[in-house]
């Protein structure tokens, strides 16, 4: 159990439209990371936020935006959805240590 | 940036060990990790080693890791079958960010 929530579970979108997912925890971490997982492939790095700011990013085009809270929970917002953003996205929150919790996803269909 | 690579599948019989194998090429990671994905959930994180350590034993897993090759390795002693799902390891360079690889579904056989 990490603590880690995320929502919502399942969500299926249409071609074009916009989505928001978020990601919370019982206790503040001031780091969060997104990763977009592809069925039967490794999750992928979208980006990071610490302490509110975008702290890093991977190959993901700027239609993928993030927000993080004072309250350190995160939202990732996606626009003008294509059929290849189907996938689990998955949030992980930095321990003391540098690993990284994760939630267990939310599943987005676009069809 | 990482590169990771994964065997893709790994068949073992109930009570038998399993290894699994892991090559990764940015020789600057700093922390490797082992995550567990059962159908349908999240990422559990198993174990993690620092770059400085060759082995760690946690339980009925034991982490080993060959800097010189870039390879890493987690055992599972005494594999249940609980202990079928699909396993990534991961690695973590100065940028914080997660390299994963593909993944090895372990498949625990009566």
């Known amino acids: 159990e990490t603590g880690v929530t995320q929502s919502p579970t399942h969500l299926i979108k249409t071609r074009g439209q916009q989505v928001t997912l978020r990601c919370s925890s019982q206790?503040?971490?001031?780091?969060v990371s997104w990763y977009q997982q592809a069925l039967g492939q490794g999750p992928q790095f979208i980006f990071q936020y610490y302490r509110e700011e975008e702290n890093g990013r991977g190959n993901f085009p700027p239609r993928f935006s993030g927000l993080q809270f004072p309250n350190y929970s995160s939202e990732l917002n996606v626009n003008a959805l294509e059929l290849d953003d189907s996938a689990l996205y998955l949030c992980?929150?930095?321990?003391?240590?540098?690993?990284?919790?994760f939630g267990p996803g939310t599943r987005l269909t676009v069809t | 940036g990482e590169d990771v690579e994964q065997s893709l599948f790994l068949s073992v019989r109930e009570g038998d060990s399993s290894v699994i194998n892991c090559t990764y090429t940015d020789s600057s990671s700093t922390y490797l990790y082992w995550y567990k994905q059962e159908p349908g959930a999240g990422l559990q994180l198993l174990t993690y080693?620092?770059?400085?350590?060759d082995m760690k034993q946690d339980q009925r897993l034991t982490v080993l890791l060959n800097k010189k090759d870039k390879h890493l390795s987690l055992r599972i002693a005494d594999t249940q079958t609980g202990d079928s799902a699909i396993y990534f390891c991961?690695?973590?360079?100065?940028?914080?960010?997660?390299?994963f690889g593909a993944g090895t579904t372990v498949t625990v056989r009566a």
């Open positions: 991961a690695g973590r360079s100065n940028d914080y960010k997660l390299s």
């Open positions: 080693i620092f770059s400085n350590m």
């Open positions: 206790s503040g971490h001031n780091t």
């Open positions: 992980a929150l930095t321990g003391v240590r540098s690993e990284q919790y």
